[in-house]
């Protein structure tokens, strides 16, 4: 089993700062690529941004390039978001996830939640005006 849990989550002003975290952990823990989604409140889950656990393929939706940015540590099994500049818009509870299974699709192409086998709880993120 696998568990991921996110944390760094809070509440900021318009064109703050913070930065999420995704600790993964269990012995079956191996991934292929990781990801961060959001769900506003009365809004569908949406991508924002996912990596490659190997190499450097990074792709995010279109709101947030230039402004956040997804890293990780493969020493920690941890997944990161640095989220600058937020706008209120960027409210909502962020989800990490991890895919495990093998694929040949590239990077751009694991934008939805169907790619990803295992999901953290989620960690709220609400920026004021």
């Known amino acids: 089993q696998v568990q991921l849990v996110e944390s760094g989550g809070g509440l900021v002003q318009a064109g703050g700062s913070l930065r999420l975290s995704c600790a993964a952990s269990?012995?079956?823990?191996?991934?292929?690529?990781m990801g961060w989604f959001r769900q506003a409140p009365g809004k569908e889950r949406e991508f924002v941004a996912a990596?490659?656990?190997?190499?450097?393929?990074?792709y995010y939706r279109d709101s947030v390039k230039g402004r956040f940015i997804i890293s990780r540590d493969n020493a920690k099994n941890t997944l990161y978001l640095q989220m600058n500049s937020l706008k209120p818009e960027d409210t909502a509870v962020y989800y990490c996830?991890?895919?495990?299974?093998?694929?040949?699709?590239?990077?751009?192409?694991?934008?939805?939640?169907?790619?990803?086998?295992?999901w953290g709880q989620g960690t709220q993120v609400t920026v004021s005006s």
């Open positions: 996830a991890t895919r495990s299974r093998y694929t040949i699709r590239v990077i751009s192409a694991l934008i939805e939640g169907d790619d990803y086998d295992y």
């Open positions: 269990g012995r079956s823990f191996s991934s292929v690529a």
């Open positions: 990596i490659t656990w190997i190499g450097a393929g990074t």
